[in-house]
């Protein structure tokens, strides 16, 4: 049974930071890589950033030089450090674990496990 505890939410203003952790208990296949997705309001769930078991990572062009993915094995932790937030990065942020096709996919359908999700607002 695996269970993806995802913690760290707030809120800031413009130009804050945020670290996002994700907690993992539970038997997970080695060959599934993390990630994080977020969901606003009114819009589709949405692919954040990934990392595969190697430590490679991979972003969203939206994110892509604010976001860093990383990992701490020995805590089985994920983290998401977001820097120079924007209030578009407004969403609720999840956890996820999945098969190597969310490497490319960015999709919910490559997606095994779910954090229940935290809640970032970014405002002004």
């Known amino acids: 049974q695996v269970q993806l505890v995802d913690s760290g939410g707030g809120s800031v203003h413009t130009g804050g930071s945020l670290r996002l952790s994700c907690a993992a208990s539970?038997?997970?296949?080695?060959?599934?890589?993390m990630g994080w997705f977020r969901q606003a309001p009114g819009k589709e769930r949405e692919g954040v950033a990934v990392i595969d078991s190697l430590g490679n990572t991979r972003y969203s062009d939206s994110v892509k030089g604010r976001f860093t993915i990383s990992k701490d094995n020995a805590k089985n932790t994920l983290y998401l450090q977001m820097n120079s937030l924007k209030p578009e990065d407004t969403a609720m942020y999840y956890c996820?674990?999945?098969?190597?096709?969310?490497?490319?996919?960015?999709?919910?359908?490559?997606?095994?496990?779910w954090g229940q999700g935290t809640q970032v607002t970014v405002s002004s």
């Open positions: 539970g038997y997970m296949y080695s060959s599934y890589l």
């Open positions: 996820a674990a999945g098969r190597s096709s969310l490497w490319v996919s960015f999709s919910h359908r490559s997606v095994a496990y």
